[in-house]
């Protein structure tokens, strides 16, 4: 085990990248607990409201994010100081994604459907620093070998290939799959050779007059979102909380 610690994270300096990570989810675990207690009136925590304006722990959140980044690169990536900055900057970015679905749509979207948006960004960056942690590279350079390393026309090449298959997979709408391609190749490869999303930018120029290509492109989306959307929101009101439900209309009166 030490042997192992000391060759994939040691050595590599990759313990601060572990320590932000470690923090990052912590601070995000903490913090929804905190703000699920305060949403129903249980525990001693509570809004702090100074002058009557509510302060989003966004707030702090972006102070310790520019601290502990701008330190975290002053520090490098060995000794203690790179593990205190690395640990500031996961507890800030922490703050900061919780409350993403309020940076993005600039209202307090906390407890609403839209809040979920947080709860996706924080388990999909969790993600990504797992694969950078477990020896993933961007765009897939850790695949090439010794000889490509060497010959500027392999790296290139390598980067520009697999900098597409990400491309496409925007284009035809699926985020994740190209978040996450830009670490393991195969899964933006995957995500572009399948049909696109029939919404997406690739639908609309690609499949206007494709009747079969669109036909399937909506079926397979609406299957897919069938299966998934279920499991998909149980994970993210177990970990998340689950948002406000909104009361719906009263019916028309005889």
């Not at 990759?14 to 601070?27: E, H, I, S």
């Not at 509570?46 to 601290?67: A, D, E, F, M």
């Not at 993005?104 to 839209?114: I, K």
């Not at 299957?223 to 019916?251: E, M, S, T, Y």
Request: with cysteine; glycine share 12%; hydrophobic share 50%.
């Amino acid at each position: 085990m030490g042997h192992w610690w000391h060759e994939n994270i040691a050595e590599p300096g990759k313990l601060p990248l572990l320590l932000a990570l470690a923090a990052f989810v912590l601070t995000f675990a903490i913090t929804r607990t905190i703000t699920r207690m305060i949403r129903a009136g249980k525990g001693p925590f509570r809004n702090i409201t100074p002058g009557g304006v509510h302060i989003h722990h966004v707030v702090p959140g972006v102070v310790l994010s520019v601290v502990g980044g701008f330190g975290a690169v002053a520090s490098g990536r060995h000794g203690v100081a790179a593990g205190v900055f690395a640990v500031i900057f996961g507890v800030g970015a922490g703050l900061v994604l919780d409350e993403f679905a309020l940076i993005l749509h600039l209202d307090d979207v906390y407890w609403t459907e839209e809040g979920r948006q947080s709860v996706e960004v924080v388990v999909l960056t969790a993600s990504l620093v797992l694969l950078v942690l477990a020896g993933f590279s961007p765009l897939g350079v850790d695949d090439v070998t010794d000889e490509e390393q060497q010959g500027r026309l392999g790296l290139i090449a390598t980067y520009v290939i697999n900098f597409c298959f990400v491309l496409i997979c925007l284009f035809k709408g699926k985020l994740r799959m190209a978040v996450l391609g830009t670490l393991v190749p195969f899964v933006a490869l995957v995500g572009a050779i399948r049909l696109a999303r029939p919404t997406s930018r690739w639908a609309r120029r690609f499949y206007p007059h494709r009747h079969r290509a669109r036909s399937r492109a909506m079926l397979r989306a609406y299957h897919h979102d069938v299966r998934w959307a279920g499991p998909r929101r149980k994970f993210q009101d177990l970990i998340g909380g689950a948002p406000d439900r909104v009361p719906l209309p009263p019916g028309p009166t005889s």
